[in-house]
């Protein structure tokens, strides 16, 4: 069983940065899909970006060029940059994985096994 939590959420401007942090109880490298989701109030959980082991990255259209993802599968963490930060990505944002069956990564919330508690992002205007 994967423990995840996650660290670096808070408030901030329109326009500023935030990186958020997972630590995983163990390894989510290789074998593992490891990714971001978040969730705003009265909204559905979207996914926002997702890394394979292979180096694949997916994001979400709507922060892409905005948002970095990345991972160190030495230190079992899984972090994403966020710039240029907007109004509509206040949400409450969760760290999840799943075994990795074939086919690939993909933002689809159902099919991770894994979540941490998650960690509240505010941007204000």
């Known amino acids: 069983q994967v423990q995840l939590k996650e660290s670096g959420g808070g408030s901030v401007q329109a326009g500023g940065s935030l990186r958020l942090s997972c630590a995983a109880s163990?390894?989510?490298?290789?074998?593992?899909?490891p990714a971001w989701f978040r969730q705003a109030p009265g909204k559905e959980r979207d996914g926002v970006a997702t890394?394979?082991?292979?180096?694949?990255?997916r994001y979400a259209i709507s922060v892409k060029g905005r948002f970095t993802i990345s991972k160190d599968s030495s230190k079992n963490t899984l972090d994403l940059q966020m710039n240029g930060l907007q109004p509509g990505d206040t949400a409450k944002y969760y760290c999840?994985?799943?075994?990795?069956?074939?086919?690939?990564?993909?933002?689809?919330?159902?099919?991770?096994?894994?979540w941490g508690q998650g960690t509240q992002v505010t941007v204000s205007s």
């Open positions: 999840a994985a799943r075994t990795d069956r074939g086919g690939g990564c993909w933002l689809i919330d159902h099919q991770y096994a894994y």
């Open positions: 163990e390894y989510i490298g290789t074998g593992y899909c």
């Open positions: 890394v394979e082991s292979n180096g694949i990255i």
